[in-house]
């Protein structure tokens, strides 16, 4: 029996295959070189950097390996190597640079901090229970602010910075760029997929009050390239043999069921129906734990922030 190859990312929203940008990367390499696989949505764990990962049989490929998805994707599963050829080309290492750094740190200050929230909260907690979510968010904002070293002293200098240095990435990637359909040497590489993946985040998911979007939109070859990009990989991507499937297990490689028949059913006996209610009970217990933590931790978070209003201190804490 062939193989199946099988990539798995986090869900679909905003018209896109996933939200996630480093699964969209990944994904839009493979359509580059014509790889052939299926696409499986991973729901749990939404904030693990396992995220996203390809199964080959009994192989799993991690995106938190070596360097990265589509590294794992050329030297593990065997994926053509695109970038063959052009990585020795002068602006190859800035440009990297340029897409790796300065404009993933402009999109993850944009999803987390600049637009309240609502694009990253949709793209990776939205399927968790509302408590659960909220602090998985919460505690990526707090890392984002940690990694900016952003206080409240110094946010809105902060936020110049990060915008000022992915308006200069974009200008310079749009004169590398030109009316050429790719970033060098007229040929795809996976460069390509890491900038269209954070392009069609920035169009697709953003809202238009988004300053970061706002930049993008000034440059006229860099919207078009995005917009050929969704027309041929994705609005055009033929629909695979069978429909998707929802993993639990980041480390699951099971192979998939069908959906069983339905059993009759039977009159349930009364250990059951005790065993029913006292969950409940417990899960009951649980949220309500969780809000009186939620409400304890704002309130402590409100006296913090007025201390540090008066001292000049963190607006964010361990």
């Known amino acids: 029996m062939a193989e199946v190859n099988t990539l798995v990312v986090r869900k679909p929203c905003f018209g896109l295959p996933t939200g996630c940008p480093q699964c969209l990367s990944a994904y839009i390499y493979l359509k580059f070189a014509q790889f052939p696989f299926f696409l499986d949505f991973h729901l749990n764990n939404p904030h693990s950097d396992q995220i996203p990962y390809f199964e080959v049989g009994d192989t799993v490929a991690y995106n938190n390996e070596k ?124 460069l390509d997929a890491i900038f269209l993946a954070h392009g069609l985040v920035v169009l697709q998911a953003l809202p238009e009050s988004s300053m970061l979007r706002t930049k993008f939109l000034e440059h006229a070859n860099l919207v078009r390239y995005v917009q050929q990009c969704k027309t041929e990989l994705i609005e055009a991507a033929p629909s695979p043999p069978s429909g998707p499937q929802f993993h639990t297990n980041a480390s699951s490689s099971a192979p998939k069921s069908s959906k069983p028949k339905n059993k ?21 217990a649980q949220l309500v734990a969780v809000v009186v933590f939620l409400t304890l931790m704002t309130s402590f978070d409100d006296a913090e922030l007025e201390l540090d209003d008066a001292d000049g201190g963190y607006d964010y804490y361990e």
Not at 90 to 118: N, V
Not at 264 to 279: D, I
């Open 264 to 284: 009759p059913k039977r009159e349930k006996t009364k250990e059951e129906k005790t065993f029913k209610r006292k969950a409940k009970y417990f899960v009951a």
């Open 67 to 190: 360097e990265g998805i589509i590294e794992c994707l050329k030297k593990d599963v065997g994926v053509v190597d695109l970038d063959s050829g052009v990585s020795s080309l002068p602006d190859w290492i800035s440009t990297k640079a340029i897409l790796t750094a300065w404009l993933a740190d402009a999109l993850a200050y944009e999803l987390w901090l600049g637009c309240e929230g609502s694009s990253a909260y949709t793209i990776y907690y939205s399927d968790l229970p509302w408590p659960l979510g909220k602090i998985l968010f919460w505690k990526k904002a707090h890392w984002v602010k940690l990694k900016h070293g952003i206080t409240n002293d110094n946010a809105e200098v902060k936020k110049e910075e990060i915008y000022e240095r992915a308006k200069s990435a974009y200008d310079a990637l749009s004169s590398c760029l030109g009316e050429q359909n790719y970033l060098f040497e007229n040929r795809p590489s996976s």
